[in-house]
């Protein structure tokens, strides 16, 4: 990425995540010091219950942060309204959709809500942008498809296409690449690879496929129990982050290969 | 159509003569079809399609194929609160038991109680989160309410729970024109309220979370389904009784046949289907040119359930 390019979509400075309650706080992580610039793609690795959904549940603004500050834009998360917020950032969440009877164009042409009046119709713009998102992921065969014909890997792909109709400067996704298979797992990251590339859109991923992640990312964040980190794959396997990501007894990571084996 | 069949036979030249304001030959005709099968018509139309409207949008918001009017408790407050006037009515003294069993307390009581119950579980529901809570909420809610009748039916005379049951037989013929212009103006708020909700009820198709990363203020939407529910089928229930099963079967019978999710083309579609449904079990249950009439929540069971097995066991699922 060249000079010019250089632009701080998100930034986060002293954060603190947890969750409150009444007697006391618990704070997951702290000191959270992250840039990400426009058209990268970022992974977000670290031990289940490290706090990765946690962080990922406040750069969202889904849940509370404790202390610090997080801007978009340079703009404070805060003073974003819901309805801004959803023109600057979408997602892809790991819950199921609460109805599968919706066609793949229906589903994608749901991304465009923030944008429709007050009863949904979709202006010719508005399909423009969802027949591009559809074009991206290679969805345009299934276009007419019902959701609940789809496989997981299909599914995906259109959840993705979803999230960029939105047509935001952040796609922020929650383990994409959960129930699918190796192949589709590459398929999703690599795609999330083209898009940030094509579109310069910035896509932030949570995901447990750490070589998969170190080969296709610009850019690693690595959460562990003491801090969160954040460079590019190569200069975290230089520093030997990885290995502080899980206890030794079993799994190490071997910096020639760029991935974990089974002790033997 | 629904105009031209009851227990008493008049010719359609008449029906039509009399509807214009043309002279026909016998008074007691015009009299049956101006003051009680046109706004009985009327009636079918508002039950039929407010109960489906209802039901649709419970089904949307709770994400349940299984929701309907009757889950939120909307029902069964109204339940309660005619219980409370007709078997009641007893322990309040006999002073005020004759100001009380009127029509007019009986809607009143039926409104009133339906109110306060939906009040409850919007009360409950700004605490709650969780949407299925809110659901099981609501069942409770009905639970406790059908524990209430049924304490109040044991101490009660036969006359009293007669007339209970009568009332949840459920009727479409007994309302006034003056009713009915009431049931229409709270009716079209409701209906009005569901029209603004067709773009949230479409977004939450995606579940909440992508409903709210969409822009979505979910709370005031919620609210805004809710109260519109409530308005349509708690003043339904109140003028017309607790009508079974519409609610439930005519969002699915209308999915199965349109073959969409879209509230866009579901809402209008429930609308005339509900309208229609509820018409033609009218019909049936005026048991055309015989003497009776036959209670209509039995005639919406009777003819609207084997309709939704048979499609469901034709498309072989359940499409939501």
């Known amino acids: 990425m060249n000079a010019q390019n250089q632009h701080i ?148 792909k259109v959840m993705i296409a979803r999230a960029l109709a939105q047509d935001t400067d952040i796609i922020i996704l929650d383990e994409p690449t959960t129930h699918l298979d190796m192949y589709h797992k590459a398929y999703v990251l690599k795609l999330l690879q083209k898009l940030a590339k094509e579109t310069n859109i910035t896509i932030l991923f949570s995901s447990h496929e750490i070589d998969l992640a170190i080969q296709l990312c610009d ?9 969160v980190l954040i460079d590019t794959p190569k200069n975290h396997i230089e520093q030997g982050n990885f290995k502080a990501l899980f206890p030794e007894d079993l799994i190490i990571f071997d910096d020639n290969t760029g991935a974990f084996r089974v002790k033997k | 159509m629904n105009i031209s069949l009851g227990s008493v036979s008049i010719p359609t030249k008449d029906i039509i003569n009399s509807l214009i304001g043309a002279p026909i030959e016998n008074d007691s005709w015009k009299y049956i079809i101006r003051d009680y099968r046109l706004p009985k018509a009327f009636t079918a139309i508002l039950v039929g399609s407010g109960l489906g409207i209802s039901g649709l949008m419970m089904q949307t918001l709770f994400r349940n194929p299984l929701a309907g009017p009757f889950v939120l408790g909307i029902t069964s407050g109204a339940s309660l609160g005619v219980a409370l006037v007709i078997m009641g009515a007893s322990f309040f003294g006999c002073a005020l038991a004759g100001l009380f069993i009127s029509k007019w307390g009986i809607v009143i009581a039926a409104s009133l109680g339906s109110f306060l119950v939906l ?46 049951i009568f009332w949840g037989f459920g009727s479409l013929g007994n309302l006034s024109w003056q009713e009915l212009l009431i049931l229409f103006s709270i009716y079209s708020i409701g209906i009005l309220m569901s029209i603004i909700s067709i773009k949230s009820l479409n977004t939450l198709l995606l579940g909440e979370n992508y409903a709210k990363s969409l822009g979505l203020n979910l709370k005031q939407s919620r609210l805004m389904i809710i109260i519109a529910t409530s308005l349509l089928a708690g003043t339904i229930t109140a003028f017309a009784g607790p009508i079974a099963f519409i609610g439930l079967a005519i969002p699915h019978m209308t999915r199965l046949i349109f073959n969409t999710q879209n509230h866009k083309i579901l809402l209008p579609a429930v609308f005339m289907f509900g309208a229609i449904v509820m018409l033609i079990c009218d019909i049936i249950a005026q048991l055309p040119t015989s003497d009776y009439t036959l209670p209509i929540n039995a005639i919406t069971s009777l003819v609207g359930a084997p309709v939704v097995i048979w499609l469901l066991v034709r498309q072989r699922k359940m499409i939501f």
């Open chain 2, 119 to 164: 009040l409850a579980v919007l009360i409950v529901s700004t605490r709650v989160r969780d949407t299925m809570a809110i659901l099981i909420i609501g069942l409770m809610f009905g639970s406790i309410t059908a524990a209430v009748v049924s304490v109040l039916s044991y101490f009660s005379s036969a006359e009293e729970l007669q007339q209970y």
């Open chain 1, 219 to 227: 850019k690693l964040i690595v959460m562990t129990d003491n801090n």
């Open chain 1, 9 to 156: 979509v998100l930034k986060t400075e002293d954060l603190s995540i947890g969750y409150t309650s009444k007697k006391s706080k618990i704070v997951v992580a702290s000191n959270i010091n992250i840039e990400l610039q426009k058209g990268e793609l970022v992974g977000l690795i670290g031990a289940n219950g490290i706090g990765k959904s946690t962080l990922l549940r406040t750069l969202t603004n889904v849940q509370p942060k404790l202390n610090g500050s997080m801007t978009i834009n340079s703009k404070s998360l805060e003073n974003y309204s819901n309805l801004d917020l959803a023109k600057t950032l979408s997602l892809v969440l790991t819950e199921s959709l609460a109805s599968k009877n919706l066609t793949v164009f229906e589903l994608v042409a749901l991304g465009r809500q923030p944008y429709t009046n007050w009863v949904g119709n979709l202006s010719e713009d508005d399909i423009t942008k969802v027949d591009k998102a559809l074009n991206h992921t290679n969805l345009s065969d299934l276009k007419q498809k019902k959701c609940f014909e789809l496989s997981d890997g299909q599914l995906q």
